[in-house]
């Protein structure tokens, strides 16, 4: 539950003040979706830079050297290894042969631990389960599509990833979690915010949401490649059977294994870590509500509060009552 955004400029016509601007504009709106931290990545020279600090976005001064070509950001929400500790925040550096990379990720895997062991990935006094697949990477010696391919393939859990190379070469592997990808062609950017509704408040803020966009299509088992040159080259991988370690841990929940999509399970494990009732968010679901509409109401608890109140009066099964009260 945290949020990946950026944006690749390849023509070099966008002002840097407006992509300073739309850096910290996108930051700040992530914030929907995570708070414990936040932090960007981008090229200088010939060196892959990451700032990140323990901080909600609106508490850190995004700032970007001229010529920057691309960032990619992460907010976060802590869900293993203390964000206190910086290295267990995204994004996080990786090597893989000649190609020096920042990576981040949304959402949570599940046999980090394990692949400790099966892949032989070396113990680092990183915590944070996202970390098992950047030095998945790192251990195919490559960073391309393949690489990639057999990181995505080998995880298990709800994810979308984010990489950038030393190139200015952006990567999205598309998992299971959201992922809103702009074109604007007209003046050679590209932006992405891991949902609409992010993209919308950060474009809204800057002015940019005047400009003709093309959204661009990121399915689940996408892995897009957006070059300097701003061409963008595809390939695709066949996400791994998804089982959440929170519900084996939980007899009641294991009925609903089969039935739910990882993403869908990992927001009934996750709702007491936002104040909210599992069954609530079971009912959202049945009622059909989709995982993005969900998680949106995750992040207002008020706005929960009202729509499952609503479900229930309209069932006939319980007395309405409305934020303040029995109506």
Not at 18 to 28: E, F, H, M, P, R
Not at 311 to 318: M, P, V
Not at 321 to 326: A, K, R
Request: with cysteine.
């Amino acid at each position: 539950m945290c949020s990946l955004f950026g944006w690749l400029d390849y023509q070099g016509i966008v002002p840097y003040r407006v992509k300073k601007k739309l850096t910290q504009a996108l930051a700040n709106a992530a914030e929907e979706r995570g708070t414990d931290a936040a932090g960007i990545s981008y090229v200088h020279g010939n060196d892959v830079v990451i700032f990140k600090r323990p901080k909600p976005a609106h508490k850190l001064h995004f700032s970007i050297p001229e010529g920057t070509s691309a960032v990619m950001g992460h907010t976060r929400m802590t869900t293993q290894g203390n964000e206190k500790f910086n290295y267990n925040n995204h994004p996080f550096p990786g090597v893989a042969g000649d190609t020096a990379f920042a990576f981040a990720h949304n959402g949570v895997l599940w046999n980090d631990k394990e692949l400790r062991k099966d892949k032989l990935i070396p113990a680092t006094h990183i915590e944070t389960d996202s970390y098992a697949a950047c030095q998945l990477i790192e251990q195919q010696d490559k960073l391309d599509f393949d690489s990639l391919k057999y990181m995505a393939e080998t995880v298990e859990g709800n994810f979308t990833f984010s990489l950038l190379d030393d190139n200015n070469n952006l990567y999205i592997v598309k998992g299971s979690n959201p992922m809103c990808l702009l074109h604007f062609k007209d003046i050679g950017l590209y932006v992405y915010a891991s949902t609409e509704s992010i993209m919308k408040n950060a474009l809204r803020r800057i002015g940019l949401h005047k400009f003709a966009s093309e959204r661009i299509k990121t399915d689940e088992g996408d892995i897009i490649r957006i070059d300097r040159n701003g061409d963008i080259t595809r390939s695709e991988f066949k996400p791994a059977p998804q089982f959440s370690r929170f519900s084996t841990s939980r007899g009641w929940y294991n009925d609903y294994d089969d039935y739910y999509s990882a993403y869908e399970q990992t927001l009934i494990d996750m709702a007491s870590l936002y104040g909210s009732d599992p069954d609530e968010i079971i009912m959202l679901l049945e009622y059909g509500y989709t995982v993005v509409e969900v998680e949106e109401m995750l992040m207002d608890n008020n706005l929960l509060r009202e729509e499952v109140n609503e479900i229930k009066y309209l069932s006939g099964e319980y007395i309405y009552e409305d934020c303040y009260g029995i109506v």
